[in-house]
Nanobody, 112 residues
Framework: QVQLVESGGGLVQPGESLRLSCAAS????????MGWYRQAPGKQRELVAA???????NYADSVKGRFTISRDNAKNTVYLQMNSLKPEDTAVYYC??????WGQGTQVTVSS
């Protein structure tokens, strides 16, 4: 079992920044890829960014150049730095690890 605890969501204005954190615990040695997904009301959950243990990254086109995913393997934590936020980034953001594991979600709201 792997447990994921997210933090860092909130309400910001367009153009501002937020950093999300996801701390993993449990049987983490088997986890290679960790990432962030998001789900807006009425829409499907979508991949935002992912990172492997070795540091290879993958981003959704909609966030390239604005979001940065990083990982601290010693702390078993993955981060999502979100800059230049837009109202369309408003969603519940979920941490994801391996194939099976999901965090509880953290709300990000971008509104003036």
């Amino acid at each position: 079992q792997v447990q994921l605890v997210e933090s860092g969501g909130g309400l910001v204005q367009p153009g501002e920044s937020l950093r999300l954190s996801c701390a993993a615990s449990g049987n983490i040695f088997s986890i290679n890829t960790m990432g962030w997904y998001r789900q807006a009301p009425g829409k499907q959950r979508e991949l935002v960014a992912a990172i492997t243990r070795g540091g290879s990254t993958n981003y959704a086109d909609s966030v390239k150049g604005r979001f940065t995913i990083s990982r601290d393997n010693a702390k078993n934590t993955v981060y999502l730095q979100m800059n230049s936020l837009k109202p369309e980034d408003t969603a519940v953001y979920y941490c994801h690890a391996g194939i099976l594991y999901w965090g509880q979600g953290t709300q990000v709201t971008v509104s003036s």
